[in-house]
């Protein structure tokens, strides 16, 4: 089944009847310990591809480093659309490299990346504490990439930085 099936079967197993709230599998925090392990291996393997060509288009990147404190000081709706702004950024970076990349092992490796990262972008979009539904208007701090493996480390830091602490700072105010 694809990856990112497994994401969206965990957040549908974790809602509650009459609770529809999306934010409800943030409480097992097991999950985003999964989804790191598994950037961490998507990382690994695609490291393991044999001669992944240099693109010849270089992507641009979502520069995901972030100061703890300046995070711990936005809400959370805030932090949910940085969020967004770099997950839609690195979708449309993967599908760029997708379409550069024709050797099986590093289209197999952008392919499985590309359906994580989709899904978490699809499943924070639902996320919503204010009026009005996020639109791909934002512009991130960026940077262009030419290595695919450059790709899959800034998807490594994205879930285990914000994505990480934006899931634990949902399961403070949501997991009594």
């Known amino acids: 089944s694809p990856p990112g099936l497994l994401l969206l079967t965990s957040f549908l197993l974790h809602l509650e009847d009459g609770h529809a709230s999306p934010m409800r599998w943030v409480c097992d925090n097991r999950l985003i310990r999964k ?3 598994e950037a961490k291996e998507m990382e690994k ?28 000081s936005k ?4 932090k949910r659309r940085e969020i967004l702004c770099d997950l839609a950024l690195l979708v449309g970076a993967v599908a760029g490299a ?9 289209a197999r490796q952008l392919s499985q990346l590309y359906q994580h990262a989709n899904s978490f972008l699809l499943l924070l979009q639902t996320f919503s504490w204010e009026a009005g ?5 934002c512009s991130p701090r960026s940077t262009e990439q030419s290595q695919i493996s450059g790709i899959f480390l800034t998807y490594r830091q994205l879930v285990q930085g914000k994505l990480s602490f934006f899931f634990h700072d949902l399961a403070k105010d949501l997991c009594q």
């Open 35 to 37: 989804y790191i392990g």
């Open 98 to 106: 997708q379409g550069q990349v024709t050797q099986e092992c590093g």
């Open 45 to 72: 393997r695609a490291g393991q591809c044999q001669s992944l060509p240099t693109l010849t288009c270089p992507m641009v990147l979502p520069l995901v480093d972030f100061r703890l404190q300046q995070w711990k």
């Open 133 to 137: 539904l996020w639109e791909p208007g």
């Open 75 to 78: 809400s959370n709706e805030t």
